[in-house]
């Protein structure tokens, strides 16, 4: 990941993820086209994932070849403070407290 960022000039913040997805913290230009960065993401890291870690990978992909989901969710930040966003990131692997109903 930091590679792949390191070519395009973006900053890792902060990385962390579930179960299902990852979050990803970052600055970047302005200029940066978006679209193409997480697909270079995407098809970089499953590369080296599956070269790693392919006999484990193998019991998950129930007869699909797709490591990543083809969607993805980008949100820019204005008016919060990065430190915000941060803990945001890092809490996301936490369990939420029983009859916790807040969203994460």
Known sequence: ?????????????????????????????????LSKFVNNV??????MLRKEFMPHIKKFYWGTEAFWNSSYFVASCGGVTVETLRK?????????????????
């Open 88 to 104: 945001y990131v890092e809490s996301q692997s936490e369990i939420p407290n029983e009859g916790d109903s807040s969203p994460r």
């Open 42 to 47: 995407k098809t970089v890291t499953s590369r």
């Open 1 to 33: 990941m930091a590679s792949v960022c390191e070519k395009w000039g973006v900053e890792i913040l902060e990385f962390n993820g579930e179960a299902d997805h990852v979050h990803l913290l970052m600055r970047y230009y302005p200029q940066l086209q």
